[in-house]
């Protein structure tokens, strides 16, 4: 009996841990900077040189933050930046790539690391 009793008390509480650990992933995560359209690395195997589409493209993800054109070839930047709200956790700035053809056919895509814009955190290397 008093075994089933520590059992149960053991489940209860490290059930209320793991609530006590969303409620603080949620306030951590509210209290974040995120701006921009997070591509993850799934998605990137998703889209395929020679077949993905610029439509395609825009399904997925909506418009991209930016484009340039450089001989002939279309390049289309999603720009996501994530700054934790706590020391010690890492900054994420960088762009999602993609090169279009002229017929809007993707030809290339990939990752880029992005600046901060802020020379304190460019030197401390965040």
């Not at 009793?5 to 949620?26: E, H, N, P, R």
């Not at 484009?67 to 002939?72: D, G």
């Not at 053809?101 to 290339?108: A, C, D, E, F």
Request: aromatic share 8%; charged share 20%.
């Amino acid at each position: 009996m008093n075994k089933k009793l520590i059992a149960l008390s053991t489940v209860l509480m490290l059930s209320s841990l793991v609530g006590c650990k969303s409620t603080v992933d949620g306030v951590s995560k509210s209290l974040a900077y995120e701006t921009g359209v997070e591509v993850s690395q799934e998605q990137m195997l998703q889209y395929v040189d020679g077949e993905t589409t610029k439509q395609q493209l825009i399904a997925d993800l909506g418009h991209p933050s930016r484009k340039q054109v450089i001989n002939e070839v279309e390049t289309w930047f999603y720009d996501y930046v994530y700054i934790p709200p706590f020391p010690g956790q890492r900054n994420i700035s960088e762009a999602s790539a993609f090169d279009f053809n002229p017929q809007g056919v993707l030809i290339s895509h990939y990752k880029t690391q992005g600046k901060s814009g802020n020379p304190l955190i460019e030197a401390a290397k965040l």
